[in-house]
């Protein structure tokens, strides 16, 4: 798969301005062939305080990304849905159902991976449901295990559902991934009834200090937008979409992780509303965020440092975000690393610094240390090495 590309400058997705602030510049190593960026600038709107990545691909890279190389499907397939996946969706649950009154409505949920919140909703005695995600392996799996109807799409393209039909569309974990806000928008607008409305959770960036995860883990891979409360209104009153009901909860999304979000609802409207306020809560909380994960991350470069002195060989267990941006902004590069472990099958007989992606299983007969790289699966991954794959090997944790 060619996966060259032009980066691209990007005024900003809300009010379309070219005048921005550089906040923080991230970079990540690349796994071979299964990537999408290797850097991105964080920037803030000065026109109206939105925060967003800056020099990225554009969307058609994103759309071929999430149509190859979606994690989602593998993470929640094979496996029975966690616990905590459970409970969240379960509360965006709540809030469709103490919204919206009637049973009949017409729901579609896009980027739906393999269903479970739609699942939920079926539970609850909706009954006309639709499922639009990108990748193929996921629409089967919604039809197969849940018996609800679902197509292939993308929120950019949604052709495939007939105009002014739906009176909700479901975006959860979706619109920090899009490039093209505007074109996303005006293609839900367009499926949408006169009275349609819909539901949008996304991480709240004006909250992200009151999260728990690891330093600049919001600076992910695939996240490009951070949203506060603020600029999602503006951004929904330039599309002509007017807020019904906004809310600010903290989900906990796996064993002692936190992410904050904002749940809302917003409803299609003749005529734009006011104009947009600049967002001045998000971009104050924002900056301090930053500051507070170099802060945190300072333990982390020790505790490498202490790993190189010797330079016995090590095996890195985890290949996510934070792998890749300790190895392009760390002296990890520099460690004796022989292999990388990941549980996705996608990676494996891939490479990461041209050293191999193994497999969990493949670590059978190998004795070197294993450094655990992730913040939320760590216990996971550290029961998988002893209970399961019952191995002896040194543990070094980095939380
Ligand atoms: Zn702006």
Known sequence: MNLTYQKEGRNCPVCRSEESQLLFRTRFSKISDNYLLDSYDVVACKTCGFCFADQIPNQGVFDKYYKNMSKYEESKSLSMDSQYDVKRFNQIVEFINSNIKDKNSRIVEIGCATGLLLSLLKKKGFNNLLGIDPSPSCVETIRNKYGI??????????????????????????????????????????????????????????????????PFQEFSVEHINYFGPG????????QNFSKVVIDQQVFEVNFNTFTPVILNLFKKSKEKEKQFKYDMGTVTNFKEYIINCYEREKSIHDKIEKINIDKKPL???????????????????KANIIAFVDSNPKYHGKKLNDISIISPEELKNMKETILISTRAYQNEIEDQIRQVLKLKNTIIKLY
Do not use: F
Request: charged share 15%.
């Open 315 to 333: 095996i890195i267990w985890g290949t996510g975000a934070q792998t890749l941006r300790l190895l392009a902004n760390s002296d990890l590069s």
């Open 149 to 214: 109807p679902s197509l292939l799409g993308t929120i950019t393209d949604l052709s495939s559902i007939k105009a002014e039909s739906v009176d909700l569309v479901i975006l959860v974990g979706v619109l920090e991934h899009i490039r093209d806000l505007n074109l996303a928008l005006m293609e839900i607008r367009n499926v949408l009834r006169s009275d349609g409305k819909i539901c949008i959770v996304v991480p709240d960036a004006s909250q992200y200090l009151n999260g728990n995860d690891a």
């Open 231 to 238: 600029s999602l209104i503006n951004l929904m009153i330039s």
